[in-house]
């Protein structure tokens, strides 16, 4: 165990933390935008942590290939930061203009 | 650290299942629409794990990259879609309010 693998097995862990709790405020929370709140979390930030990960893992034995691999990755994990952001704020203005109503405290019904 | 990818990918898939769930009894379009986009980035990072367990990692991040593009133009796609669609948003919803 290098410092560069325990270094990615830290980064993959915590993006696999921030699925699970990402998926689990996508099946729990009670309303439409809380849900996309989750989600958001799950679609930039655990994404970008696990290809970081991988990418820090692919560099271990050094060559120039490995490089160039781990330089592709690094601009898959650029894309996904930007890419995901801009597709969840369109899902937002379309809930805004269809009229999915926010969730209130007085509500009993949780749907 | 092979295990330790392996058990990365079948958690990663159990919780897609859990994701599909919410894309299954979703009450709006748009909570349909939000599961599956949850899957697609899910599956990206999926498809990098499966590429380091094959050891052929440079085959794998063109189809990650793919995989990436076509996820965001399919969310955007199908959320341009049902707001050009309206009518058929607002009926489902009264349906659902009356039921």
């Known amino acids: 165990m290098t410092i560069l693998s325990i270094l990615a097995a830290i980064l993959i862990l915590l993006g696999l933390f921030f699925f699970f709790a990402g998926t689990v405020g996508i099946l729990r929370l009670p309303d439409f935008y809380t849900r996309l709140h989750a989600a958001g979390k799950c679609d930039s930030l655990a994404a970008m942590l696990m290809i970081c990960g991988i990418a820090i893992y692919n560099l271990q034995p050094f060559s120039f290939a490995a490089l160039l691999i781990s330089l592709k990755l690094f601009l898959v994990a650029a894309f996904v930061f930007i890419a995901n952001p801009t597709a969840t704020h369109a899902i937002t203005e379309a809930a805004l203009v269809l009229g999915v109503k926010p969730w209130k405290r007085t509500e009993k019904k949780r749907p | ?99």
């Open chain 2, 1 to 99: 650290m092979h295990s330790f990818f392996l058990a990365t990918g079948i958690a990663l898939v159990v919780l897609m299942i859990l994701s599909l769930l919410r894309a299954l009894i979703g009450p709006t379009i748009l909570d349909r629409i939000l599961g599956g986009n949850v899957i697609g980035t899910k599956t990206t990072v999926l498809l990098l794990l499966i590429g380091l367990l094959y050891d052929d990692l440079g085959m794998f991040v063109d189809i990650s990259i793919a995989y990436a593009l076509l996820n965001f133009i399919a969310t955007l796609g199908a959320t341009k879609f049902f707001l050009r669609r309206l009518d058929v948003f607002m009926e489902k919803q009264e349906q659902e309010e009356s039921s």
